[in-house]
């Protein structure tokens, strides 16, 4: 037997066995590197030693797959193979911490030695490894021939299962690299939000937090003034107090409420209302609520000494009217917070309302809820409104309103109007109203009381209405000044009788005469030469059935009938000034265009319109029109002066020594809805002279009964005389015509 070789130290916990050895030799054994074989015929091992590796605790550590063993012919009897156990393999504990060292596999830097054999001895190959595994040993045959020992037929390998992979650890520089990775992330979402919040934001933010202290205060905007031609003040704003609340501050609305009524004059349940806590529309809670307005500034005094939570005062205007009643009727009045609610204050409202300012100031809370100094401050400044130049002269004004309302007075009239206009500029020199009321108090009156007689006023012109049908006759050649027909003293249309106030029995008349005497009979036969739609046309470019634009708020339009409207009677009303509805301000402007040689002008009255910066430009460009040629408006004009001068004539009474007085009558009725009311209209329509006109006046009066050279005539004859001397208008001084009423 040849000697054995060292055997090396094993481990404890793994055994080997001896195989069954073959007759002729002995199969060669496979070892790691820097071990020794094991030889000899008797040596029963034959086998693979195992390569190891020492741990700390100097245990060993399995890296390779025990190999398969091949069986003998002479071997186990069962035919099995045997091979070592690998418990150790996966029971040491400090397994990982050597993959970890050795690279992060098992036996990665290790390499395996095959040992092959040969005829004479052996040779070890070294293997790497491969994936964790120890690669297979390679055998090779010997060549054919060759000599040595004969091989043993080659083992049968069992299929051992592939080791299982160990886990595999993360690079902790890698994880050290993700982690900071994740560090700097987060800290710069930070500081981008940082940035957002304090640069982007910020402005909303503060705004945010600033209008939680902030307070708001209205700054009226001073309203402006109503001047006549001279400017003297119809209505203007002094100075005054509000009175208001801060909700939020009000402890007890009811008993301020109770407390500041008889001051102001206001129920206490309307100011309890407006002390309640209240929301704004956009969601924050109301700060700011007036309680009243053009409070006198002592009340508003005496209101501050209470000191009363939540309730202050501030600056404010009220309206004042120095004239009281003067042109109350035509002006208007506003409201308690300055809005215009009627006349002139209301069709001009927003050129006279401004715009209101405010102001915004940060407060503190509780009891430091005063201003803070150096805190959010912002005024917006209010814009004045501006201011209207009439056409009124208000001496004027005052005299004919006095005189309408005497006149009035003296015949029972309940509704009066009177008009002056400037025949050349279409100017309202003066406009009266009965009944009158004090704008200053307009709470007292009735409605009905406050309106303006000569733009809401609608009535039946009557006679004062055929001085249109003359011009209309002598502008179409159907009459002429020299004219003469006879005229019966009634006559018939669609079975209605129209008779003459003064019949002539069918005697020759003059158109003079006609006029003079205001014959029915005699307009009514120019009416049918000239033909319903002429007269129509001619009704409209005097001015009837529409508003004449002078400024008041609410002016009627009147109505004319169409000629497709007639009715059999109709041709004979229409012509005497009946189914035909006027105001006093449209007859006014349709004799001033008889005045102002047949030329219409629009009435109107506003002169100017005074910035807030003081510079005046005009109101308006008043829309003018010829009716009538100049000669014919001269001839209708002297005609006119028949009712004034011929004996018997209907407008004696408005005469004026001196004057060259031109005019006409006229008794109508009153409309109401579309309907006749009892009573008459009584009127007179003149002008100053007839050879040179400047001025015209109209006079109407609602009455009992009467008719306008009764009523009418002596109230245009005082009027016209103030404004002679007013205005100091000299006599012509030519004679007045000798009219020949019955010619032969």
Not at 251 to 275: F, I, K, N, Q
């Amino acid at each position: 037997m040849a000697p054995r070789s060292e055997e090396p130290r094993r481990d404890a916990s793994v055994s080997r066995r001896g195989s069954s050895r073959t007759g002729g030799g002995r199969e060669p054994d496979e070892r790691g590197a820097g071990h020794g074989g094991r030889s000899g015929s008797g040596s029963g091992l034959g086998g693979i030693s195992d390569a190891r590796a020492y741990t700390p605790r100097g245990r060993t550590v399995r890296d390779n797959p025990e190999p398969t063993r091949p069986v003998p012919a002479g071997g186990d009897a069962a035919g099995r193979s045997r091979r070592t156990p690998r418990s150790s393999r996966s029971a040491d504990p400090f397994r990982p911490a050597l993959q970890v060292l050795d690279g992060g596999r098992t036996g990665a830097s290790r390499t395996t030695r095959r040992v092959a054999a040969t005829g004479t001895g052996r040779t070890i190959t070294p293997r790497p490894v491969r994936g964790g595994d120890v690669a297979k040993p390679v055998r090779r045959r010997p060549a054919d021939g060759a000599g040595g020992p004969t091989r043993a037929a080659a083992p049968t390998r069992r299929p051992g299962r592939r080791p299982r992979r160990p886990p595999r650890l993360a690079d902790p520089h890698r994880r050290l690299r993700l982690g900071t990775l994740l560090a700097l992330a987060m800290f710069t979402t930070i500081g981008i939000r940082l940035v957002a919040l304090q640069v982007v934001d910020a402005p909303e933010y503060d705004g945010g937090g600033v209008n939680d202290r902030v307070r708001q205060v209205v700054l009226p905007a001073p309203r402006g003034a109503i001047y006549d031609r001279s400017g003297a003040p119809l209505a203007r704003s002094v100075e005054a107090r509000y009175v208001y609340a801060d909700p939020q501050l009000i402890e007890d609305p009811a008993r301020t409420a109770a407390t500041l009524s008889p001051l102001l004059g206001l129920p206490a349940s309307d100011l309890a209302a407006r002390m309640k806590k209240q929301k704004r529309p956009d969601g924050r809670p109301s700060e700011f609520e007036y309680l009243a307005r053009g409070v006198e500034i002592g009340t508003a005094e005496k209101i501050m000494e209470l000191n009363l939570g939540g309730i202050a005062t501030g600056r404010d205007e009220r309206r004042e009217v120095p004239g009281g009643d003067l042109a109350a009727n035509l002006i208007g009045f506003t409201s308690q917070d300055l809005d215009g609610l009627e006349g002139i204050e209301a069709g001009y409202d927003d050129l006279l309302r401004g715009v209101n300012g405010k102001r915004e100031y940060e407060v503190g809370n509780g009891e430091l809820a005063a201003e803070i100094p150096g805190g959010y401050s912002r005024v917006v400044k209010a814009q004045p409104g501006s201011s209207l130049e009439l056409t009124i002269d208000r001496d004027l004004q005052y005299t004919v309103q006095r005189i309408l309302t005497d006149r009035m007075l003296e015949v029972d009239g309940t509704i009066g109007a009177a008009v002056v206009l400037d025949v050349r500029s279409g100017e309202v020199l003066a406009q009266a109203s009965y009944p009158t009321y004090d704008a200053a108090d307009w709470r007292k009156y009735r409605a009905t009381d406050r309106d303006d007689a000569a733009t809401s006023f609608v009535v039946d012109p009557g006679s004062v209405h055929k001085a249109l049908v003359f011009g209309a006759g002598l502008e179409e050649g159907v009459i002429t000044p020299d004219t003469a027909w006879p005229v019966p003293s009634v006559i018939r249309k669609g079975g209605e009788p129209f008779p003459d106030t003064h019949p002539v029995g069918g005697r020759k008349l003059s158109v003079a005469g006609m006029l003079g005497y205001s014959s029915n009979v005699g307009t009514i036969k120019i009416a049918e030469k000239l033909g319903a739609q002429k007269l129509y046309e001619y009704q409209l470019k005097f001015g009837l059935g529409q508003p004449t634009g002078e400024g008041v708020l609410g002016e009627a339009s009147g109505r004319v009938l169409k000629p497709s409207e007639y009715s059999e009677s109709t041709y004979g009303s229409v012509p005497i000034g009946h189914s035909v509805d006027v105001t006093p301000l449209q007859m006014a402007a349709a004799y001033a265009a008889i005045a102002n040689d047949g030329k219409w002008v629009q009435p109107h009255l506003v002169r100017e319109i005074i910035g807030p910066d003081g510079k005046r430009k005009p109101a308006t460009t008043p829309e003018t029109r010829q009716v009538i040629s100049p000669t014919n408006a001269a001839a209708l004009r002297r005609l006119m002066e028949a009712p004034v001068t011929i004996e018997g004539g209907t407008g004696t009474q408005a005469a004026i020594p001196g004057y060259r007085v031109a005019g006409k009558t006229g008794t109508g009725l009153r409309v109401v809805n579309g309907e006749y009311v009892g009573g008459e209209v009584a009127s007179f329509i003149g002008m100053d002279q007839a050879d040179q006109p400047r001025y015209v006046i109209a006079v109407f009066g609602y009455t009992p009964g009467g008719g306008g050279g009764d009523i009418s005539a002596p109230a245009f004859k005082e009027m016209m005389n103030y404004v002679l001397r007013h205005y100091r208008v000299p006599s012509t001084g030519s004679a007045p015509p000798k009219f020949v009423v019955y010619p032969r």
